[in-house]
């Protein structure tokens, strides 16, 4: 995992540990004082604390590696509702070879697979980034996309790393409360 990836999702890592119920556990008692250490359902717990859905969502794609295909489904709906809703505000009209829905829900895919792998982010151009999308080049040139749907992916992004955002600081006080009442 390179140091972009660790430093974004520190506190993911506690969450990985033990996340399921036949994870094995080889952690000693706390402090030998004979209690047992936090467990999967100590940790799922603080999903349960955050405040949205949307923040619990990207935490599972993270934790579980972009595999929880509800989970990715609700994050880029939500993605794609940012979007249009933005783009009918704005009075875009639709583009001549794509459909406004369809591009929406491509670039949603692009923008989620690139926060939960910032690697991606260096290793394409932004013709690279309309190919991995999925939008071909006689669907819309790098020029158009830039200059009008552009911004609208940077409203995803700042929605998907505000979840982020949220989820670490949910989970960093959660583990917090935790620890504090395990010592008391």
């Not at 932004?126 to 071909?136: C, E, K, P």
């Amino acid at each position: 995992m390179s140091a972009a990836v660790t430093d974004k999702f520190e506190q993911f890592e506690w969450l990985t540990k033990g996340i399921t119920a036949k994870s094995p556990n080889f952690e000693p008692n706390v402090r030998g004082t004979g209690e047992q250490p936090l467990n999967y359902e100590d940790r799922l717990g603080a999903i349960a604390a955050m405040e949205t859905q949307l923040a619990k969502s990207v935490t599972a794609l993270i934790i579980f590696e972009g595999k929880c295909e509800s989970d990715y489904e609700y994050v880029r709906g939500h993605l794609v509702n940012i979007m249009l809703k933005n783009a009918v505000t704005d009075k875009k009209r639709e583009p001549e070879h794509i459909t406004m829905n369809h591009l929406a829900y491509l670039i949603a895919r692009m923008v989620i697979d690139f926060a939960l792998d910032p690697q991606l982010e260096a290793n394409f151009t932004a013709q690279g980034r309309l190919y991995y999308a999925g939008i071909n080049c006689h669907q819309m040139t790098v020029d158009n996309y830039r200059m009008t749907w552009k911004t609208y992916e940077r409203l995803m992004v700042m929605a998907i790393e505000s979840a982020i955002d949220e989820a670490s600081k949910a989970i960093e006080k959660y583990k917090k409360n935790t620890y504090k009442e395990l010592r008391a």
